[in-house]
């Protein structure tokens, strides 16, 4: 009768699989060491509504998964990724906010021994709340200590280990009776997949402003190198070249008999800067002239530099 009931569960389990990946266009795969089955409940419980919490043996959702492969050839790529222990979160939500919420249900642990640390762990000197008893559990330790008032006090501060250190038993009992709890232990997104790609979690921090502003920075690199060589127009630099060509265009006409209506003003402030002096507003004061004739100075530097700046690339950049 057991057996018939453990049949008849993996069943089930399959079948809930089939249905996630029909209701659902979007996964993580996360791992789930050192996460309890009361965590798993309160990590679905907290993330109802936007994404479901699926765990089951690999092999059980790799011959799922296999048999989907026949209709869906890009959850191959799901398939091969089940290793170890990890689990799947299916959403049709915001992936960004779902990550988010998936880091976000953590449970602080004790030290565990055979695991690998999460993170540095020193114990500050000072007095503890150890019986005089443990003075020699803490010997074994190599950690200096001496009885005050009735309590052991560490003498000075003791890095017990480091990030990615195995953790033995001596140190995770030390933890235990110190009544640290240095880790935290929650489901850790590995992989992304998401429209038939898979990636890691990390993409999802790109942001459209940073996408943007990497086109527009290749987008300027292919237009300089075309104006550069001057042979090889693009989309890229074309407005660039007519530009160039009207500035050339504008110093032509500046210097020889030789004129076209949009060069006419120019060629007219040439003449007579002080016309367009006058054109300021009646009753302005003698600073505000100045300030006209300065501007008029700058604007005609800034007209000699649009006529020499093709020489930055190329002398024959008029042939654009």
């Given at each position: 009768?057991?057996?018939?009931?453990?049949?008849?569960?993996?069943?089930?389990?399959?079948?809930?699989?089939?249905?996630?990946?029909?209701?659902?266009k979007?996964?993580?795969?996360?791992?789930?060491?050192?996460?309890?089955?009361?965590?798993?409940?309160g990590?679905r419980?907290?993330?109802?509504?936007?994404?479901?919490?699926y765990?089951?043996?690999?092999?059980?959702?790799?011959?799922?998964?296999?048999?989907?492969?026949?209709?869906?050839?890009?959850?191959?790529?799901?398939?091969?990724?089940?290793?170890?222990?990890?689990?799947?979160?299916?959403?049709?939500?915001?992936?960004?906010?779902v990550?988010d919420?998936?880091?976000?249900?953590?449970?602080?642990s004790?030290a565990?021994?055979?695991?690998?640390?999460?993170?540095?762990?020193?114990?500050?000197?000072?007095i503890?709340?150890?019986e005089?008893?443990?003075?020699?559990?803490?010997?074994?330790?190599?950690?200096?200590?001496?009885?005050?008032?009735?309590?052991?006090?560490?003498?000075?501060d003791?890095?017990?280990?480091?990030?990615?250190?195995?953790?033995?038993?001596?140190?995770?009992?030390?933890?235990?009776?110190?009544?640290?709890?240095?880790?935290?232990?929650?489901l850790?997104?590995?992989?992304v997949?998401?429209?038939?790609?898979?990636?890691?979690?990390?993409?999802?921090?790109?942001?459209?402003?940073?996408?943007?502003?990497?086109?527009?920075?290749?987008?300027?690199?292919?237009?300089?190198?075309s104006?550069?060589?001057?042979k090889?127009?693009?989309?890229?630099?074309?407005?660039?070249?007519?530009?160039?060509?009207f500035?050339?265009?504008?110093?032509?006409?500046?210097?020889?008999?030789?004129?076209?209506?949009?060069?006419?003003?120019?060629?007219?402030?040439?003449?007579d800067?002080?016309?367009?002096?006058?054109?300021?507003?009646?009753g302005?004061?003698?600073?505000?002239?100045?300030?006209?004739?300065?501007?008029?100075?700058?604007?005609e530097?800034?007209?000699?530099?649009?006529?020499?700046g093709?020489?930055?690339?190329?002398?024959?950049?008029?042939?654009?």
């Open positions: 009768m057991a057996s018939k009931k453990t049949k008849d569960r993996k069943y089930q389990l399959a079948s809930e699989l089939e249905e996630h990946f029909d209701n659902y979007k996964l993580f795969i996360v791992d789930c060491d050192n996460v309890g089955s009361d965590q798993m409940h990590i419980k907290a993330m109802r509504g936007e994404a479901v919490v765990c089951g043996k690999n092999t059980q959702m790799r011959r799922v998964i296999r048999t989907l492969e026949e209709s869906r050839p890009e959850l191959e790529k799901i398939r091969q990724a089940m290793k170890l222990n990890v689990a799947l979160v299916f959403t049709n939500g915001d992936l960004s906010k990550r919420a998936i880091v976000d249900n953590k449970k602080p004790a565990k021994a055979g695991s690998f640390a999460q993170c540095d762990v020193t114990i500050e000197k000072g503890t709340a150890l005089p008893s443990m003075t020699q559990f803490l010997q074994a330790l190599n950690i200096g200590s001496k009885i005050t008032k009735g309590m052991i006090e560490i003498i000075n003791v890095e017990l280990f480091k990030e990615g250190d195995k953790i033995d038993a001596s140190q995770a009992a030390l933890l235990q009776k110190l009544d640290i709890t240095p880790f935290e232990y929650g850790v997104p590995k992989l997949f998401d429209n038939g790609s898979l990636f890691e979690p990390a993409v999802l921090d790109i942001q459209e402003s940073q996408i943007i502003a990497q086109f527009q920075n290749c987008l300027r690199n292919a237009a300089c190198v104006i550069g060589l001057g090889f127009p693009t989309v890229a630099s074309v407005p660039y070249s007519i530009m160039i060509a500035a050339n265009m504008l110093a032509v006409a500046c210097e020889l008999d030789f004129s076209f209506p949009q060069a006419e003003e120019i060629k007219a402030y040439l003449a800067p002080s016309a367009f002096a006058s054109a300021a507003p009646a302005g004061s003698t600073a505000a002239a100045s300030t006209t004739k300065a501007a008029a100075v700058e604007e530097s800034e007209e000699e530099e649009m006529a020499g093709p020489g930055l690339f190329d002398a024959g950049g008029d042939d654009y």
